[in-house]
């Protein structure tokens, strides 16, 4: 128990120190903006059931999870299933509890304990799974090209998640809300698959390098949502401006992503593109309008970029 | 004892090992060498159940092994970001005995532990980690390459921690310089490939050490 505390709290500053270092303007801007308009925006727009927050909520919870990197670490720590199973659920819970909360305070209390239970039985599969990356068996993903081989690698070690991920797309033909989900979780994995830099040797340099790689991934992530857009264009018509939002949104997330990614770009030494600037300017982007500015940023980003290529390589 | 009977492993088609039966008694420290890809890493991680059990039987003191008696430092540490030292010896820690124990261990490898371990350097990781999984009150303690990127002095204070506070426990450890291997260790197991490991006992050292440079010497004539 006193362990379970222990991460939790690690946790929690965690979040503090992360946070502390995007600046607390952007962050309480932010908090402002998705309490007052963005809950109620995403309610009245896509007409959201209550009960459909239980499935979204099993598939999110499921896709961290799975993703998660400290599974075999947890498991050391822990002394037994039952201890390891009730931090995950406390996790669980806390990362739930903005909904929880918010379904108790439209009056679906029954839905509230609902999620708890989601979270309980997450947890509960969590130390089922162990992560591939150990088997050495990799599957290979052809059809994403190699030269987008972020993309390529990523799905390849997520393996099996990435076919799901594929198949929640289509499931866009019970519910739009799906699709909405199934954009937002694409669009933050995003700055984790253009997280590392590669090595210097594996750039061959030509003029406007960053906006051939943009254009090279749009086409390729193009293909790959084709199918679900027009699906939920054909189903949810009225939905149609909404739906092309929402794809907007993730091309403007390819555009920044790769952009920051060369923008900090470095020969000198490894260094990882995260930033916690990037990801709030992404959840900021689903709020009404909010890709315009996340653009007006990646524009920024891309200039950067391609002036800091041009230098380190022509 | 700690006792491996028919350690067979492989990844699909790939057998990494084919029936190998090894003992490591209580109270010794046992080094681990083999070429890279031999499948040292892998038998630590079948020892620390990180892979699913392909039917290998380990067992403690006659009693099978579960992951609650084995302390394991993995070649790469997983820390959470935006931690400090100080809250990694908290977590890994059972108790506040073990916690104690931890941060003894790293005041002697020189450890600044309010400082985030995203700003700690490789040898500076690899020493938090050491001091949070040594000091564990666990019999059996599995340490894959200890010694990586570490410097000197914390080379010799990490081979000093593990001669004093292994004793009445089973240490297993792997490195790539034999040196930091015979320097502290009882026996030595050399895996050669998925069906051959040979075990050198303390006195044999010597002879094993001039053999294995003989053995590379005329590798290396034989290709020129």
């Known amino acids: ?314 | 004892m700690l006792e491996i009977k028919n350690l067979s492993f492989s990844f699909g088609q790939k057998v990494i090992y084919d029936q190998l039966n090894m003992t490591f008694p209580i109270s010794s420290i046992t080094g681990l060498i083999g070429k890279n890809g031999v499948g040292k890493t892998t038998l630590f991680r079948v020892l620390a159940k990180i892979y699913r059990n392909q039917g290998v039987e380990v067992t403690f003191n006659g009693q099978p092994v579960t992951p609650n008696m084995i302390s394991f430092l993995p070649t790469d540490p997983y820390f959470y970001p935006y931690m400090k030292g100080s809250e990694y010896l908290d977590i890994v820690a059972k108790d506040p005995s073990e916690l104690i124990q931890s941060r003894v261990f790293a005041s002697q490898l020189d450890l600044p532990l309010d400082d985030l371990i995203d700003n700690y350097s490789t040898g500076m990781r690899k020493k938090i980690a050491f001091a949070a999984i040594f000091a564990q009150s666990r019999p059996i303690v599995i340490l894959d390459e200890p010694y990586n990127g570490v410097d000197l002095e914390s080379n010799e204070a990490i081979k000093y921690i593990i001669q004093q506070y292994g004793k009445d426990r089973v240490v297993i450890l792997s490195s790539h310089i034999l040196s930091t291997i015979t320097d502290i260790s009882d026996r030595i197991y050399h895996l050669q490939d998925a069906k051959t490991v040979s075990s050198h006992p303390k006195e044999g050292f010597e002879a094993f050490a001039k053999a294995m440079k003989t053995q590379l010497m005329d590798k290396f004539s034989d290709s020129e």
């Open chain 1, 1 to 314: 128990m006193q362990k379970t505390f222990a991460l939790l709290k690690l946790r929690l500053s965690q979040g503090y120190r992360m946070l502390d270092s995007v600046g607390w303007l952007l962050v309480f801007i932010f908090l402002f903006t998705i309490i007052g308009v963005g809950l109620q925006f995403l309610q009245t727009l896509v007409n959201l059931q209550a009960y459909m927050s239980l499935v979204l909520s099993f598939l999110l919870l499921i896709f961290l999870d799975y993703a998660r990197p400290d599974k075999s670490f947890l498991s050391s720590i822990f002394q037994s299933y039952l201890s390891l199973v009730s931090y995950l659920w406390a996790e669980y819970v806390l990362i739930l509890l903005p909904i929880i909360f918010y379904q108790c305070w439209k009056g679906n209390y029954f839905v509230g304990f609902g999620l708890v239970l989601v979270a309980i039985l997450v947890a509960s599969l969590s130390p089922l799974h162990r992560r591939s990356e150990f088997t050495h068996v990799k599957q290979m993903i052809k059809w994403i090209p190699i030269h987008n081989f972020e993309l390529r690698f990523f799905a390849e070690k997520l393996g099996v998640m990435t076919c799901v991920f594929i198949i929640i797309g289509f499931l866009s033909i019970i519910h739009i809300g799906v699709f909405v989900v199934w954009i937002v979780l694409f669009c933050l994995t995003l700055p984790e698959v253009f997280k590392w830099h590669e090595s210097r040797e594996m750039i061959h340099y030509k003029a406007n390098f960053v906006w051939k790689k943009v254009q090279s991934y749009m086409l390729t992530v193009g293909k790959l949502v084709l199918l679900p857009s027009l699906i939920v264009m054909i189903l949810f018509p009225e939905m149609w401006y909404f739906s092309i939002y929402l794809i907007f949104c993730l091309f403007t997330t390819i555009f920044l992503t790769i952009s920051f990614k060369y923008a900090m770009f470095t020969t000198v030494f490894n260094s990882s593109a995260a930033s916690n600037v990037v990801l709030l300017l992404l959840l900021l982007m689903f709020l009404p309008g909010g890709a315009f500015i996340t653009l007006i940023y990646a524009i920024i980003q891309y200039i950067k970029a391609e002036k800091n290529m041009k230098l380190l390589y022509a």
